[in-house]
Nanobody
Framework: QVQLVESGGGLVQTGGSLRLSCAASRWPYAMGWFRQAPGKEREFVGR????????TYADSVKGRFTISRDNAKNTVYLHMNSLKPEDTAIYYC?????????????????WGQGTQVTVSS
C-alpha cells in the first residue's frame, strides 16, 4: 500500500502561482496529476516518469504547469503559473505501478486525498 499526501493548495488571484506537493510513503513510481472541478469529471493534468526525466501535460495546462520530482524526498511537485479561474478544482496526485507513464485515471493504483485550488477572477 502506498500513501500519497498532497499539500500546497489555496486561494490565488488570476495570473498567480502555486506549487502543489505530493509526498509518497513508498517510491519510486511514475506519477500523475489530475483535477476535478465541481460538476465535472476528473481530468488528466500531467504525468512524469519515475526517473523524473520526462513529463507530459494536457493541452489545457501546457506552457503554464510543470511537474517535477525529488526522488530523495519521495515527493512530486506541480508548479502552476499564470493561473486562470478555470483551473479551480481539487487536485489529486496518483501513482501507477505499471512502471510507465500513463494517462487514464483507471491505470493509476494509488491516489492522494486531494487539495483544493481556487483561482479568483
Amino acid at each position: 500500500q502506498v500513501q500519497l499526501v498532497e499539500s500546497g493548495g489555496g486561494l490565488v488571484q488570476t495570473g498567480g502561482s502555486l506549487r502543489l506537493s505530493c509526498a509518497a510513503s513508498r517510491w519510486p513510481y511514475a506519477m500523475g496529476w489530475f483535477r476535478q472541478a465541481p460538476g465535472k469529471e476528473r481530468e488528466f493534468v500531467g504525468r512524469i516518469a519515475w526517473s523524473g526525466g520526462v513529463a507530459t501535460y494536457a493541452d489545457s495546462v501546457k506552457g503554464r504547469f510543470t511537474i517535477s520530482r525529488d526522488n530523495a524526498k519521495n515527493t512530486v511537485y506541480l508548479h502552476m503559473n499564470s493561473l486562470k479561474p478555470e483551473d479551480t478544482a481539487i487536485y489529486y496526485c496518483a501513482a501507477t505501478t505499471t512502471g510507465m507513464m500513463v494517462t487514464p485515471a483507471s491505470q493509476y493504483d494509488y491516489w492522494g486525498q486531494g487539495t483544493q485550488v481556487t483561482v479568483s477572477s
